[in-house]
T-cell receptor, first 110, second 114 residues
Framework: DVKVTQSSRYLVKRTGEKVFLECVQD?????MFWYRQDPGLGLRLIYF???????EKGDIPEGYSVSREKKERFSLILESASTNQTSMYLC?????????FGQGTRLTVV | DQQVKQNSPSLSVQEGRISILNCDYTNSMFDYFLWYKKYPAEGPTFLIS?????DKNEDGRFTVFLNKSAKHLSLHIVPSQPGDSAVYFCAASVKWGSARQLTFGSGTQLTVLP
């Protein structure tokens, strides 16, 4: 079974803090993704990576950056957290056609 | 500008009856479509998919239908069970280099009443 693990289930951070969300997959997938889920908006793609050190912007990259130093790990960085970044963050890895998701990180910025 | 739309935010169905969830898309470049199921506080899990070269795919109680000319797909669940109560996301996929970029709809909350 593919396993995608996100480092935290719940996080509370203060406005202006730098926030790191970590994601690890164990299936040697090349492609990894970060989404955020908000009510009424579904899942929106923030960034994705198709190889180590490679990254591409998704639909809503503003305020975020990513890092992929190793194939199995894809990190999402909020450079200066703001209250409008309060959301559920979902990491996924994909090979061929199907994406596998982590359990999600509920981030609250206060 | 949503490329994938699920126009029904919620749907209630009696146990044992059919649940039909609908999804429309606008981008004709999408060539693969998926349905995901999501319980609260969990990540989405893959349910069923269909390639654009097919018009139907069946897996147990779940069937996905694709109408390419109408840019419409639907998920049928028969018979519906209370454990099917979840949010269902439709996703459309296009190849981007070696990756497949998924675009999701806004989701439909399905409630199956006992």
């Amino acid at each position: 079974d593919v396993k995608v693990t996100q480092s935290s289930r719940y996080l509370v951070k203060r406005t202006g803090e730098k926030v790191f969300l970590e994601c690890v997959q164990d299936m040697d997938h090349e492609n990894m993704f970060w989404y955020r889920q908000d009510p009424g908006l579904g899942l929106r793609l923030i960034y994705f990576s198709y190889d180590v050190k490679m990254k591409e912007k998704g639909d809503i990259p503003e305020g975020y950056s990513v890092s992929r130093e190793k194939k199995e790990r894809f990190s999402l960085i909020l450079e200066s957290a703001s209250t409008n970044q309060t959301s559920m963050y979902l990491c996924a890895s994909e090979q061929n056609t199907e994406a596998f998701f982590g359990q999600g990180t509920r981030l609250t910025v206060v | 500008d949503q490329q994938v739309k699920q126009n029904s935010p919620s749907l209630s169905v009696q146990e044992g009856r059919i649940s039909i969830l609908n999804c429309d898309y606008t981008n004709s470049m999408f060539d693969y479509f998926l349905w995901y199921k999501k319980y609260p506080a969990e990540g989405p899990t893959f349910l069923i998919s269909i390639s654009s070269i097919k018009d139907k795919n069946e897996d147990g109680r779940f069937t996905v239908f694709l109408n390419k000319s109408a840019k419409h797909l639907s998920l049928h669940i028969v018979p519906s069970q209370p454990g099917d109560s979840a949010v269902y996301f439709c996703a459309a996929s296009v190849k981007w280099g070696s990756a497949r970029q998924l675009t999701f709809g806004s989701g439909t909350q399905l409630t199956v009443l006992p």
